[in-house]
């Protein structure tokens, strides 16, 4: 995974609420075993007419050329449904690196979270501020001072999220990397066990 410090980018806003796990990623493109390819499914049934990729649906917002950026910014309730982990590849594979919402489901959180996609909780008054700003604006997150900023105003909001987690996106680690970087903490834990 790469690591996740600090971001300054412009944003997509889905202002669609109870976005689930399927309309995410359609189960129809879960064959695969691998992370790589999911991006060009990510939210397949939104994007095109009939499933044909050269049918862009013009008034879904992934289609749309004025938005662009690494952040998702998504309405309230992002990731219900089933548990798959397709889900987080998926925009992880699209190029997004955080998604705030002002509620995520638990499942899929801790799979954006092992799959290196920051997911940002945020209240709703903050999040109908970010979804008020214009295509042009830009959003700072600080993962180390967990703080979420909207650039044009300064309105800031902090968020939560586990130490052992903020550690391994800090780092870029997933849970073996974070192990191997333990090395010579776990030898000395034995070698005093002896």
Request: hydrophobic share 40%; glycine share 6%; with cysteine.
């Amino acid at each position: 995974m790469q690591s996740l410090q600090k971001i300054t980018s412009r944003f997509i806003p889905l202002r669609i609420e109870n976005v689930d796990t399927d309309q995410i990623i359609p189960a129809r493109f879960l064959k695969a075993t691998t992370k790589l390819g999911f991006g060009k499914n990510l939210f397949r049934d939104w994007r095109y007419e009939n499933d044909d990729e050269t049918k862009p649906k013009a008034d879904f917002v992934l289609n749309q050329k004025q938005y662009s950026g690494d952040i998702l910014v998504a309405a309230k309730n992002f990731g219900c449904g089933s548990s798959r982990e397709h889900a987080a590849w998926s925009i992880q594979d699209y190029g997004f690196k955080v998604v705030v919402s002002s509620f995520f489901a638990d499942i899929f959180k801790n799979n954006a979270l092992n799959n290196g996609v920051l997911p940002v909780t945020v209240t709703d008054a903050f999040l109908q501020q970010i979804f008020a700003e214009d295509a042009d604006a830009t959003l700072t997150i600080d993962l180390e001072k967990q703080t979420i900023t909207i650039d044009n105003t300064g309105a800031s909001e902090t968020f939560d999220i586990n130490a052992y987690k903020k550690t391994c996106m800090l780092n870029g680690y997933d849970d073996i990397d974070y192990l191997l970087s333990m090395k010579e903490e776990i030898a000395a834990f034995e070698k005093a066990r002896g």
